[in-house]
């Protein structure tokens, strides 16, 4: 079974400018998660969608970042516009059912 | 605020050593799971527990979880090269709606 999908895998850009990361998840996986993994930290979550709602978005710095699922499985991240502490890695991870989440390689990003 | 508390934060041992990881909180967990993550890639889930006092095996590794719920540890027998890696543990708590809290992982380096 194909994992979780993500591109890029790395992103350069200047403070102030836009970026958009993209996510498959795996195969009838209704949940999809996106996290921040700040260098040194854990993964914190971002934003969760089921199917193509949003169940948790709390985390979500929502005067930069947006975050979509419009047919319930793809989605994508977009930060507008990027500030120096958006370095990160972003992750992508889906789950079936309950707490078990696949995580897909991430994608790093530098804001320089 | 639900926090997740991994120690210690760096490990490293020579192969054929043991070493054990804990991860804390004062809350309960209605399950807790271990991830390896290696540098550039996602997390990977080893285990999930879900009982207190349950004790899961995967070859070298050791999980138990707390009779409490509220820790758990991970215990690696005969450490090897390949143990090297950044290991997190991830709590979800009741009414999360499958969110998980990630600790800040600890990471351990096997030497040859």
């Known amino acids: 079974e194909a994992g979780v999908a993500q591109s890029p895998r790395y992103k350069i850009i200047e403070k102030r400018q836009s970026v958009a990361f993209w996510c498959n998840p795996i195969?009838?996986?209704?949940?999809l998660y996106w996290y921040q993994q700040i260098l040194g930290q854990g993964p914190k979550l971002l934003i969760q969608?089921?199917?193509?709602?949003?169940?948790?978005d709390s985390q979500l710095p929502k005067d930069r970042f947006s975050a979509e699922r419009l047919k319930g499985v793809d989605s994508t991240l977009k930060i507008q516009p990027a500030k120096l502490e958006d370095s990160a890695v972003y992750l992508c991870?889906?789950?079936?059912?309950?707490?078990?989440?696949?995580f897909g390689p991430g994608t790093r990003l530098t804001v320089t | 605020t639900q926090l997740l508390e991994q120690s210690p934060q760096f490990l490293s041992i020579q192969e054929g050593e043991n070493l054990t990881v804990y991860c804390n909180s004062s809350?309960?967990?209605?399950?807790l799971q271990w991830y390896r993550q290696e540098p550039g890639e996602g997390p990977v889930l080893l285990v999930t527990?879900?009982?207190?006092?349950e004790v899961k095996k995967l070859k070298r590794l050791t999980f138990q979880f707390g009779d409490a719920r509220k820790d758990s540890s991970l215990h690696i027998t005969a450490a090897q090269t390949g143990d090297t890696g950044l290991y997190l543990c991830?709590?979800?708590?009741?009414?999360?709606?499958?969110?998980?809290?990630f600790g800040k992982g600890t990471k351990l380096s096997v030497k040859p």
């Open positions: 991870a889906s789950s079936l059912l309950g707490y078990e989440q696949y």
């Open positions: 195969s009838g996986h209704a949940t």
């Open positions: 969608f089921q199917n193509n709602g949003v169940v948790d």
């Open positions: 809350s309960v967990f209605s399950s």
């Open positions: 527990v879900v009982t207190g006092g």
């Open positions: 991830a709590g979800a708590f009741r009414g999360s709606q499958g969110n998980l809290i």
